[in-house]
C-alpha cells in the first residue's frame, strides 16, 4: 500500500482536495467498492455546485481528482472495462464552465493523480507495482470521446 493520503485505495468524500479553489464546485462519490479484492476502489460520481445542482460524472470513477490550478478543470480517473483489455482506467478531465467530461483514449492500470497544472496531469501509474511516472499533455493526446454533462 502506498504511504500518501488520499490515493487510489483510501480517499472520502470530506477530503479537502474534492473541492475546487473556489469552493463552488466539489466531486462526491458514491457506493465506492473495491475493484477486486485488494484493489482500488470506485463508483459513482458527481460533481455538486454551489447552487446546489449535482451532476452525474459517470457510475464509475476512481480517485481522488485533481483540480487544475485555475480551478475550471479537474482530472479524474475512469475504470472502463475493454474487451481483451479487462479493467483499465483512462484519464477523464471535466470543465466545470462547459459541464463537459473529456475521456483520452490512452489507457493505465492504476491511476493515482497527484497534479493539474494548466494543461498537463501528473501522477503516476500502478503506484504499487511496476511504477510508471505519468506527465499528460490534454492537448496533445487523443480524446476518446466528449459527453454533455446533464442533471
Partial sequence: MIDTYPNPWDFQNTDKKLASIDNFHKVIYYNLNEIAMGAPIGGQCFIETGNERKIKINDWCGGPPAWETDGQLFAIPIWTRKFLKGTIQQIGVVDT????LKIFAKTFRVLDIRSFDKT????????IHKTKTVAFDITSEKIEKIIKLTQ
Avoid: Q, R, V
Fill in 120 to 127: 498537463t496531469i501528473y501522477g503516476y501509474d500502478s503506484p
Fill in 97 to 100: 464552465k462547459t459541464m463537459e
